[in-house]
């Protein structure tokens, strides 16, 4: 069963700052893997997707890295603002759409 | 478009009681699938459609029921209600492995 962990669990840091937001998984024949943001009390908003031949996807300030050998994948939010504050979630997709999620990693951003 | 709809927002129920979530898309999405959200769990896949008149289970099916007569259109439905099942419900849709879109979420309370 595929297993996806992301560390840390929750991240606190100021204004302007650069940070990456890491996601390993255990299983490396996925389709694609996605990133989430889950603001408190809310659904989920798809951020990127990357595919399982891709390497990175970009989106504005965000930039999603996949190594799919090593089972890791990386979230990086550059010059990070407090409306970045939310719930970073990264999904495997294991075929059919089924993903598996990880507990994801809270982010505050003070200004 | 609506996107993801769900209905209700919030519902409580006495344990044994029986009820359906209701799940919309208007997207022509052939995938549809139902998660669940625990604190601490992540979400959980319990069942999922690749099409109309297919469905199949995923990791958390227990007590939970769903059929799909129509592209638009996924409910999931508990039979039984039990404690256990106090969740926040997701609804997602998707074109085959692309894109996930999600719902807004119902909040289930079984007393």
């Known amino acids: 069963k595929q297993e996806v962990t992301q560390i840390p669990a929750a991240l606190s840091v100021p204004e302007g700052e650069n940070l990456v937001l890491n996601c390993s998984f255990t299983d490396s024949a996925i389709y694609n893997l996605q990133w989430f943001r889950q603001d408190p009390g809310k659904g989920l908003t798809s951020l990127l997707l990357i595919q399982s031949s891709q390497r990175e996807q970009t989106s504005g300030r965000l930039n999603a890295s996949l190594d799919k050998s090593s089972g890791r994948s990386t979230l990086y939010i550059a010059a990070s603002q407090p409306g970045d504050s939310a719930t970073y979630l990264c999904?495997?997709?294991?075929?059919?759409?089924?993903?598996?999620f990880g507990t994801g990693t809270r982010l505050t951003v003070i200004p | 478009n609506a996107g993801v709809t769900q209905t209700p927002k919030f519902q409580v129920l006495k344990t044994g009681q029986s009820m359906t979530l209701q799940c919309a898309q208007d997207m022509n999405h052939e995938y549809m699938s139902w998660y669940r959200q625990d604190p601490g769990m992540g979400l959980r896949l319990i069942h999922y459609s690749v099409g109309a008149g297919i469905t199949d289970q995923g990791e958390v099916p227990n007590g939970y029921n769903v059929s799909r007569s129509t592209t638009e259109d996924f409910p999931l439905r508990l039979l039984s209600a039990a404690p256990s099942q106090t969740s926040v419900y997701f609804c997602?849709?998707?074109?085959?492995?692309?894109?996930?879109?999600f719902g807004p979420g119902t909040r289930l309370t079984v007393l």
């Open positions: 997602a849709s998707s074109y085959r492995d692309r894109e996930q879109f």
């Open positions: 999904a495997v997709n294991a075929g059919a759409n089924n993903l598996f």
